[in-house]
């Protein structure tokens, strides 16, 4: 069907402090409405290996060390949706209005919800 579209974004990072993830997170988009809306909806999974220096409750004097759970071992699980709006042209300026909603949830317990308006244009 004219209009739709698959996706699937890949990641992966890497540091000198042993951290790393990666992350799949697959994509559906189409019409909302012809010619005047879209949106888009998302899943993304990613993974991450902490660092060798976490340590939660040190008990020693260590020459490098964090407490910062987000330097640690989990996984997340999260997604979203997308709907753009057109809202006006002006020669060859298109203006759109974007609307986002999203959530997060993490294996340690962290979770998280958000949202997003916006404006955008192309020519």
Do not use: C
């Amino acid at each position: 069907a004219l209009g739709w579209g698959l996706g699937m974004d890949h990641s992966f990072y890497a540091d000198d402090w042993g951290i790393y993830n990666f992350a799949v997170e697959p994509s559906v988009e189409g019409p909302f409405y012809p010619d005047i809306a879209r949106w888009r909806v998302w899943y993304r999974y990613s993974y991450q290996h902490g660092t060798r220096f976490k340590r939660g409750h040190p008990q020693h004097e260590y020459r490098y060390q964090t407490d910062d759970p987000d330097l640690g071992t989990f996984s997340t699980q999260g997604g979203g949706a997308l709907f753009l709006f057109d809202l006006a042209t002006w020669g060859k300026v298109h203006w759109k209005l974007r609307v986002t909603g999203y959530g997060v949830t993490r294996s340690d317990g962290i979770w998280g919800f958000g949202g997003l308006i916006g404006t955008e244009f192309d020519w």
